[in-house]
């Protein structure tokens, strides 16, 4: 059956179902998103501002049907229905909705459509924002509420820390266009120049404050060098703080002393901590002497989510393309974990440790793919020749366990900034491709900007780079 | 902005590091306690980071300067006791608070040959004194009496002794209690009363028993150093062989270097298998030590009891009676080095050397000789007088006995004579003409008026380096080597008056 028209109401008598819309799944609030499966049969409960109940469905291709076990919603509960693709729920859903008979639906049913008109747009703008209000106020309160039904249950909802409401859905900064860019620039130090840039905005921008930290991933290794090198000028001119800056580090070595001068404890210090304002107890990075290994790289992890997922991941990548110490064959949703080192990969840092293979560190500590995925941008830094061809692996082709970088190409916001001498495995087409639309990209963000300024509300990647 | 947590971080400068490099890096100090920090360990472990800034724009940090020995400044003698404890003290004190300005924070005073019953009460007035907005001292310098006759300089000969019962000679003079083996005061409190200090002893070893004196010395904690004597060659190295760590003002008051007999000047071209007893090493020789070679070798001094009986004159005219034969080493069944490079690695060491960098007590090349042959064991001192006052002006100034002496620029005379009357040059001064004389860099001089000076005294863990841990006493200077301002434990103590920027002094 069809529900092209809007006008006629699906079901009767369901009082509470008010609107479907269309998200990406990558921008459910914190608490109603995973990325693990959600039943159409749970319900989330939240509160309203006025101290109302809320519930919320979400639909994805697993859900199944609507548990008729569950209790009537009060008048006026709001209830909200999101689904990650209406095009296919329409027919189950219609047919769910319609057969059950407790159920009215009084709202009509939203997808993106051509006549969409600029009302129904502000329409579904507001709802979102509604949406959003109640999921993040009942975060605040402290989880679910007190509705008695068994079923109500939250397979996702993990009893984290508040997520400190620092881009709340609907706002200015948080939808931008979901992308994966690739900027080319002349040397390293251009690189670096434009990193350091771009996060310094990306920083200001988000004004971090005490409550609500900025938080930052950050790598080790030759290639950050020069962006490190741009921040600390930028820091010293008076141009960017760390005060409310937090940092998680990708990896450290096991077993290697912190003060021993290969360690990734010491390379950061040298190269960026000391040189800048950031108090001491916002930098994290992986203890490699805990007694208890596995415990922290799950404490590691869990302090992650407690600060609400880190905002920017920046990374480099290595000559087999690998990104932190996930060399090939790790698995692409691979969490913090204790990594063995490959031969190569040992033979490479021999150099360091008096070319001496014995006192090379054979393991270490390092966050898994997916954790990097799981930040809202990602972006990775990728000079010189050697690293080439892992670039082209990674950009290329296909998705694979061999070259973990491609897991990049499933993130709705990276960045890689790359320099000439990388691209030498390019083929010419996707250079001259990346370098066409730059300029086009410039364009159309300033386009979102003035939406956004003008008070408008993206709600969708709609941007199809 | 966080509440001051008493640390303070120095950017934007140069630090000179052990190997006489200049690296530009950051230095945290804890001004409370008035120790250097390990920035690294502060930042993981003590979770902290300083809260003030001093940005020096661009200038050296260097550890403050040491100087192992001044005789007195500013107007006070060391050497000078009139029964007033109280004013000795006074003058200590005053010398310790004016002596920052010239970028010095630790220093040892020296005394000369004195009368003998005031040894004991002055070394124990020199204990070691460390007060907050002053400069360290580290304990004393007794120069003399245990020196030779022929080169005492400025010494008065009535009370130039030998040494006949070796230490315990050594102990009646000096006080018993000032020669005790404490543990290292470094590691007692402030102001223990008891503390003892660093000691050092110039004497010249070919005097008789002093050679023995300075084993047992040697064992107490002194430091003994090779001065004021007509040691031969083989009494010098010998002294070297039992202990004795450092030569006071090389070149002055000592024999001229003899290409055959190269006395204490050749200290400095030593050869590494000089055979050190006790030590395992597969080379021998028949390096002619011990009391031996005392015996066989020409009698000591010969070469001086000539020229003295031929009266005075230039050493370089005088026909010398030189040992027949120069003593080799004797060749050993074993294969000789291979390997390029890094002479070998043998027991034994050169000992230090002062020098007085005026550009008046030696010459110019012959300090750059010195820094060429040996530049570890390098130590720049004054050697000051009591006159040493960077701010007094050229010309006539009263002395004592209705006298009068002339100032001129570094150069210091009795007034109607061309006889030198000491020295007054500062130690930053000697830092700066140190590099002119051997066109080393300024990282390097540092090193021969901080850390060489601190290794030879065993005091490197606290002072003359900018070890975590150390104290912080520092002083900056800028490219040109002119004192800008001076730390104290982590504590501003002298900064150079904005009218005196221009000043050279």
């Known amino acids: 059956s069809s529900l092209a028209s809007h006008k006629k109401p699906l079901l009767k008598s369901i009082p509470l179902v008010h609107s479907i819309f269309n998200l990406p799944r990558s921008i459910y609030p914190s608490g109603l998103r995973s990325s693990r499966l959600v039943h159409f049969d749970v319900v989330t409960s939240l509160r309203t501002p006025e101290g109302g109940e809320a519930w919320a469905f979400i639909l994805d291709e697993w859900s199944t049907r609507l548990d008729s076990r569950l209790p009537t919603p009060a008048p006026h509960t709001k209830i909200f229905l999101v689904v990650t693709d209406v095009g296919s729920w329409r027919d189950v859903l219609s047919a769910e909705l319609e057969c059950s008979s407790t159920w009215r639906w009084d709202a009509q049913l939203r997808g993106r459509r051509k006549e969409e008109t600029e009302e129904m747009r502000q329409d579904e703008m507001r ?44 706002s200015k900064q948080m939808l931008t266009p979901a992308q ?32 609500k930290p900025f938080v930052l991933g950050l790598p080790t290794g030759s290639s950050p060098i020069p962006t490190y090198k741009h921040l600390i000028k930028l820091v010293k001119d008076g141009k960017l703080s760390f005060k409310h800056v937090v940092t998680f580090n990708m990896d450290e070595y096991v077993g290697l002393p912190e003060d021993h001068p290969e360690s990734y404890h010491t390379f950061m210090f040298r190269e960026f901590f000391s040189h800048i304002d950031i108090p001491p107890s916002q930098v994290n990075i992986l203890n490699g002497n805990a007694k208890d290994l596995i415990g922290e790289c799950n404490a590691y992890e869990a302090k992650i989510k407690s600060y609400g997922g880190i905002e920017i991941f920046l990374g480099g990548i290595g000559e087999d393309g690998h990104i932190a110490f996930n060399e090939p064959g790790s698995s692409l949703s691979s969490r913090t974990r204790i990594k063995t080192l490959a031969y190569d990969t040992i033979l490479a840092n021999a150099r360091f440790f008096g070319n001496d293979i014995s006192k090379v ?59 000439e001498d990388a691209t030498a495995e390019l083929h010419v087409k996707t250079v001259k491709y990346f370098k066409s639309i730059e300029r086009v990209q410039d364009e159309v963000e300033a386009m979102h900007a003035q939406f956004r300024e003008n008070g408008g509300k993206d709600i969708t990647g709609g941007q199809d780079a | 902005m966080s509440a001051d947590n008493g640390l303070i971080c120095f950017t934007n400068c140069l630090l000179p590091l052990e190997d006489g490099s200049l690296v530009e890096q950051d230095l945290w100090i804890d001004e409370r306690r008035g120790v250097i920090l390990d920035a690294q360990r502060t930042f993981f472990l003590r979770k902290e980071r300083p809260t003030k800034i001093i940005d020096l724009g661009g200038n050296v940090l260097s550890p403050g300067l040491m100087d192992i020995q001044i005789n007195g400044a500013y107007g006070f003698d060391f050497s000078v006791y009139d029964g007033d404890e109280e004013a000795y003290r006074q003058g200590l004190k005053t010398v310790a608070e004016k002596i920052v300005e010239t970028g010095v924070t630790s220093l040892v005073p020296t005394i000369i040959t004195q009368e003998k019953s005031l040894y004991p009460t002055i070394l124990n007035l020199l204990r070691p004194y460390q007060a907050n907005n002053s400069a360290t001292l580290l304990g004393w310098h007794a120069e003399g009496p245990f020196i030779q006759l022929a080169k005492r300089g400025a010494h008065a000969p009535e009370y130039l002794q030998p040494a006949p019962a070796g230490f315990q000679t050594f102990e009646e003079i000096y006080g018993a209690e000032n020669l005790i083996d404490k543990e290292d005061w470094l590691m007692t409190e402030d102001g223990q009363e008891k503390a003892v200090g660093v000691r050092i002893i110039t004497a010249a070893p070919e005097v008789d028993g002093v050679k023995r004196g300075l084993e047992e010395a040697v064992k107490r904690g002194v430091v003994f150093s090779i001065g004021h004597s007509i040691a031969s060659t083989d009494i010098a190295t010998a002294a070297v062989v039992s202990g004795a760590r450092l030569i006071t003002h090389l070149f002055n008051a000592m024999p001229q270097l003899h290409h055959r007999d190269p006395s204490i000047i050749g200290l400095l071209g030593a050869s590494p298998y000089v055979p050190v007893p006790n030590a395992k090493s597969p080379t021998t020789s028949t ?135 000491g020295s007054v040059v500062t130690l930053d001064k000697c830092v700066r003409n140190f590099t002119r004389f051997t066109g080393c860099s300024l990282g390097e001089a540092l090193k021969c008026a901080t850390y060489n000076p601190a290794k030879c005294l065993g005091v490197e863990n606290k002072k003359g380096t900018l070890r975590a841990g150390a104290d912080a006493d520092l002083v900056v200077l800028d490219r040109k080597g002119y004192v800008q301002s001076t730390w104290v434990k982590g504590r501003e103590v002298w900064k150079r008056a904005e009218a005196e920027l221009s000043l050279k002094i």
């Open chain 1, 127 to 170: 709802l979102l924002e509604d949406f959003t209000t109640c999921s993040s106020l009942s975060r605040s309160v402290g989880g679910h509420s007190t509705t008695p039904t068994a079923s109500i249950k939250s397979a996702n909802l993990e009893e984290s820390h508040q997520r400190p409401e620092s881009v709340p859905l609907g």
């Open chain 2, 287 to 421: 390096f002619p030590t011990g009391a031996d070679a005392l015996a066989r070798s020409p009698s000591t001094g010969s070469l001086f009891a000539k020229k003295m009986a031929s009266g005075a004159g230039s050493e370089a005219f005088d026909e010398l009676v030189t040992p027949p034969q120069t003593p080799t080493l004797e060749a050993v069944d074993s294969d000789l080095k291979l390997k390029k490079g890094a002479v070998s690695h043998m027991p034994f060491e050169r000992p230090f050397y002062e020098m007085i960098v005026d550009g008046i007590h030696s010459h110019p090349n012959s300090v750059r000789l010195a820094y060429s042959a040996f530049p570890e064991g390098c130590i720049l001192i004054t050697d000051a007088m009591k006159i040493l006052d960077p701010h007094l002006r050229d010309g006539a100034h009263e002395w004592r006995d209705g006298k009068r002496f002339i100032k001129e620029g570094d150069k210091l005379y009795l007034e109607g004579t061309n006889t030198l009357a």
């Open chain 1, 361 to 419: 560190p054979r393991m270490a500590l390092t966050v898994g793919v997916q954790t990097v995925l799981d930040s809202r941008e990602v972006i990775v830094v990728v000079t010189g020749q050697r690293k080439a061809l892992a670039l082209s692996k990674a950009i290329e082709e296909g998705i694979n366990h061999l070259w973990t970088l491609s897991a990049l190409q499933l993130h709705p916001w990276a960045l890689i900034v790359v320099d």
């Open chain 1, 180 to 211: 994966n860019r690739l900027i080319i620039r002349d040397d390293t130090s251009s690189v670096g120049q434009y990193i350091g840039d771009y996060i310094a905005k990306r920083i200001n921008d988000f004004k971090p404050t005490a409550e």
